[in-house]
């Protein structure tokens, strides 16, 4: 074979070869997860976000006045809602994908601070439960409520949808609403936290309503249990049943075990 046929050939499959390789389908950018060149490099990178501290997931600050914080819109809530924006974007984007279904999603509570989850815990210790000894009172009140300093609504990461009544979630509308939940939140990083406690699971009675956005509430948990201990759960009354009812490990921890295992 001549020269020149060679390089006719040679530069025949350059460019056959090189235009169908070009012709593939390119690789989709995985913005979510991170490339690093050494195990060195990846341990540079902070566990936890820079702003997460004992007072953040305490509950104590003012998610008002925090920038990482916004107003979910009025048509999507029942009253002012905040949320952390993160969350939001993701909430509204479940949404919009619930409403091309005909499932209607409204938030009736958000973050909750310090405060606010005290005048809950005080308003049924003192009068909704107040005929109950203060050990059973404590007890009824866990039923749904958490003790301040130890509610999920701290963080900013979980919301109430729709309705506070699991019956609500049993039939028509409401039951529509929660099959689509079901099968759907979880693409938008959502999931039930406190499900049925038939499994064994302790802590909170189930909350149909209750979804927390997992991919920040995780950290926080993580968070949550290296950092907090009974020193931290204070000014309250009924605080000191905190360690005989172990509310770390059967409340704070007392969620959904298939997403307890799955790690931030």
Same mark, same amino acid.
């Given at each position: ?122 308003? /049924?210790? &003192?009068?909704?439960? #107040? =005929?109950?000894?203060?050990? *059973?009172?404590? +007890?009824?009140? $866990? ?100 360690? /005989?009812? &172990?509310?770390?490990? #059967? =409340?704070?921890?007392?969620? *959904?075990?298939? +997403?307890?295992? $799955?790690?931030?």
């Amino acid at each position: 074979m001549s020269i020149y046929k060679i390089f006719i050939i040679f530069v025949f499959s350059t460019l056959f070869f090189g235009n169908f390789t070009s012709c593939k389908p390119k690789q989709k950018n995985r913005s979510s997860e991170l490339i690093f060149t050494s195990k060195e490099e990846k341990d540079t990178i902070p566990k936890y976000p820079n702003y997460l501290t004992k007072e953040y997931v305490l509950g104590k600050f003012d998610y008002t006045k925090n920038l990482g914080f916004k107003v979910v819109p009025k048509q999507n809530s029942t009253k002012k809602i905040y949320l952390r924006k993160e969350v939001l974007v993701n909430f509204l984007l479940m949404k919009d994908a619930a409403a091309k279904d005909e499932i209607v999603l409204k938030i009736i509570s958000g973050t909750r601070n310090f405060k606010h989850q005290k005048r809950i815990w005080n308003y /049924k210790w &003192n009068e909704k439960y #107040n =005929y109950l000894t203060p050990l *059973n009172r404590v +007890i009824k009140i $866990l039923e749904y409520s958490a003790m301040p300093s130890t509610s999920r609504h701290h963080w900013g990461t979980d919301l109430d949808l729709n309705s506070l009544n699991n019956a609500y979630f049993l039939n028509g509308k409401g039951k529509a609403t929660y099959n689509w939940l079901q099968e759907n939140a979880s693409k938008f990083g959502f999931y039930q936290v406190y499900t049925s406690k038939k499994t064994g699971r302790k802590g909170y009675n189930e909350e149909k309503w209750h979804w927390s956005y997992l991919p920040l509430s995780s950290i926080y948990l993580n968070y949550y249990n290296t950092h907090i201990t009974q020193k931290d759960i204070t000014n309250f009354e009924g605080q000191e049943f905190f360690t /005989k009812l &172990n509310i770390i490990k #059967n =409340y704070v921890n007392g969620i *959904n075990e298939k +997403i307890l295992k $799955l790690k931030p």
